[in-house]
């Protein structure tokens, strides 16, 4: 088994301040190097890797943005890159161009509310407004443009408007996200329930078959099997950090809330000292004890209902959780730590 | 009796790299493409925030494009005449 999907994490830098987001900012702000960035492509090829995609921080923020889709696109990769809109024009021109955009998977623009109220309530007053420019200008373009939303308190009962919204602009679809819980969102009152990770899920199968457009709902579903394969999981997908780490996925290093002081077991290497191949090598152990722990947990009927939320469970099982403790009537805390014994 | 034009809050313009520029008005969610004298002619409105009115408008466009009066008095009264048919832009009277 060989990954068809490679992830970076150009930057941590971000121009915007959302209240939901799962990006931690106790580390030192840095951008992803240029050079790495190329190695890392240059050794992908091996691995037969097809598609490289760009996330952040705000991946529009990293000085050499345009020489790095360049170089991916000059390795017959192609891309795609998920942005909060806000920097799109500088380069629309870009991605015009015919051998760009013929590479061009998609831009997964985030958008968390139809309207500007809903969605600046998340990422700040004016975004809205700006994501709608950076929208039409790829639309003019003919670019495949996808709206990425993530589901919180404030956006809940307006996932049929999101949909129509996307339909109506017409764009590709859109991929909505379950929002990942983090002491500002659970402090905020933004965070969902766990019931209501259900419900969405419902919602969004519905509107997937109704609507004629893409409708999907990215990682972090309930799944029945206590046994969940994501695409990382599968080695389908590999994620670069910013540091330059393999790491298992994007919703586990330096996430918010977790200690930054403690080892991080879903780090599996860095690629400025190993090759790409050798960190895959170890990946395949490290996802491995994550699935015979599992094993081992289920013979002896310790899986809760918490396995059921993949990258809940994988969160607890990292260490990236310990801070639920200080929301104890979250509904997650009772699902996430140890329930205590009776007196 | 002047004229006075307003762009629409409900409305976002995108400028383009070769000059032209897409309008999109968010009640309909209906996009608009601008050539470059539109882009130009939008701007201007935008920028001066209700106070434009037609005739600074066809003084600018023959400042900056290569057209007759006749021309440009033409271009621009198509212009606003289309853009408040499709709710871009408000004219107002000014007594
Ligand atoms: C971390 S951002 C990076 C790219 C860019 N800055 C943006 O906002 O699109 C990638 C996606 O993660 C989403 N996201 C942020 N915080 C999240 C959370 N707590 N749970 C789930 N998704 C989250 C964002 O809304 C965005 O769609
Ligand atoms: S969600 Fe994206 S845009 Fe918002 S703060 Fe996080 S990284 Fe920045
Ligand atoms: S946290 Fe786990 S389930 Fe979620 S994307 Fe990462 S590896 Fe997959």
Redesign the interface.
Known sequence: MTARRLAFELTNRCNLACRHCMRGTAQPRHDLPFALICRVLDQAQRLGVSLVSFTGGEPLLHPQFEDLIRATVERGYTFSFVTNGHLL?RV??LL?ESAVKEKLIQVAVSLDGPDAETHDAVRGPGSF?KV??????C???GLPTRLKPTVNRKNLGRLEEMAL?AA???LTGLDFSHMHPTPDNLRDGLMLAPAEWRQVETAVARLAGELKIAVGLCAGVYDPSPFYLCANLSMIDLYVDVRGNLCLCCMLPAIRGADPDQPEPDVIANLAEVDLVEAHVRLVDRIAEFHRHRLRRLAAGELSELEHFQCLACARYFGKLEWLKDFPDSPWSGLVLPRKEPP | MDQKIKAQEAVVFTDLDDGSAVLLHLDNKFYYSLNESGSFMWQLIEKNDGAMSKEKLVEALCEQFDVSPDQAQSDVSEFIEDLTREGLISVKSDS
């Open positions: 024009s629309l021109p015009s407004r709608m420019a950076a929208i039409a200008g639309h003019a373009r919204l109506h602009l017409g």
